[in-house]
């Protein structure tokens, strides 16, 4: 668990602690406007933001048929929302920028969080006030490199884990549970909480209740929240928020052990990061600054269609084992293992 919300909150850690190498480049940004700031590290940690909130919107069935009432599952879940090669870098647009331009590079090109090093620089201008006196100033800095995750070997991604509790109660119904009570490991804390409901709804329609498959809607809401602290007596801190609601037709076939299924829906997923509290930067200088809550991203656009393909093996009585894949704006490979009494 501590090596899971370890690698949950490796965005945070690169960030929201100060102490990092990018320490300089991250205080330049926002002094240049906290807005352009919020603009730029938006873009800068996209990957990680999409890739957890697809994950998170994996994992909820295994066949599209629910349990007998009072029938349950316990299933543990792995969902691996892979990130594209071409989100190791994005595109740095002049417009949305009012004090922060880039310079001295070939392309508009710019490394985001999982991508590797860069040569670029980017000019910080403006008027600043010093001692009664407008001042016009420009400053270059270095753009933030990457953390070169893109050059590991092997598909990038977030792994985002689920447990979750499948209960049958009425007219073919499941109520789908997921929750984990605050975990803290050093200065992280982690909590997530998820509810769905998954029904039967082909015995609705004349006729097709003879056919020889099952076929169920289901609907499911999960957000995680991911905490770390920066100063604990300064009350300084960063969060991480993640939720993402499924939408989902399913259709499987029980051949004796063997299970395959299908998805068809939509997901809509939502992420927030922000760092709260009071912070100085450039202390003891004339160009000393004094910023409250600096950064405040809310992620969008990493939701929408998805088609799921896999398939359920039963292992023993009561245990199985489900392997899927999704395709989606971040594909997700899921993996889990459940207990199951009918």
Request: hydrophobic share 40%.
């Amino acid at each position: 668990m501590k090596r899971i919300i370890t690698i949950l909150s490796l965005a945070i850690f690169c960030i929201a602690n100060i102490q990092t190498t990018k320490a300089q480049e991250f205080e330049s940004l926002i002094q240049s406007s906290l807005g352009d700031a919020n603009t730029y590290l938006k873009d800068y940690m996209n990957p990680f933001a999409a890739s957890l909130g697809n994950g998170l919107a994996n994992g909820w069935y295994n066949t599209a048929k629910p349990h007998k009432t009072l029938g349950f599952d316990l299933t543990v879940n792995m969902n691996f929302a892979v990130i594209p090669d071409a989100a190791s870098q994005f595109e740095f647009v002049a417009s949305e920028y009012n004090n922060l331009r880039l310079i001295n590079s070939s392309d508009n090109m710019l490394p985001t969080f999982t991508g590797g090093s860069t040569e670029a620089q980017l000019e910080i201008f403006g008027s600043r006030e010093i001692d009664g006196q407008t001042y016009d100033f420009e400053q270059a800095i270095g753009a933030p490199d990457g953390f070169g995750l893109s050059d590991l070997p092997g598909p990038l991604a977030v792994p985002t884990p689920t447990v979750q509790l499948g209960v049958g109660i009425v007219k073919n119904t499941d109520l789908i549970l997921r929750l984990t009570p605050e975990v803290n490991v050093g200065d992280l804390s982690f909590r997530s909480f998820g509810l769905g409901v998954k029904h039967d709804f082909k015995q609705w329609i004349p006729g097709m209740k003879l056919l020889p498959f099952d076929l169920s809607a289901l609907v499911g809401f999960n957000r995680i929240t991911t905490t770390y602290q920066i100063d604990q007596a300064a009350d300084q801190f960063a969060e991480f928020n993640a939720s993402a609601t499924t939408v989902q037709a399913i259709i499987s076939k029980k051949l004796l052990f063997f299970t395959p299924y299908a998805g068809l829906g939509v997901n809509i997923v939502n992420s927030n990061f922000a760092m709260k509290g009071d912070y100085v930067f450039n202390q003891g200088t004339p160009e000393e600054i004094d910023v409250t809550d600096p950064v405040d991203i809310a992620f969008d656009g990493a939701g929408g269609p998805r088609f799921t393909v896999g398939a359920r093996v039963k292992i023993l009585w009561v245990l199985a084992l489900n392997v899927d894949y999704t395709i989606q704006k971040y594909n997700t490979l899921s993996v889990g293992l459940g207990l199951n009494i009918r």
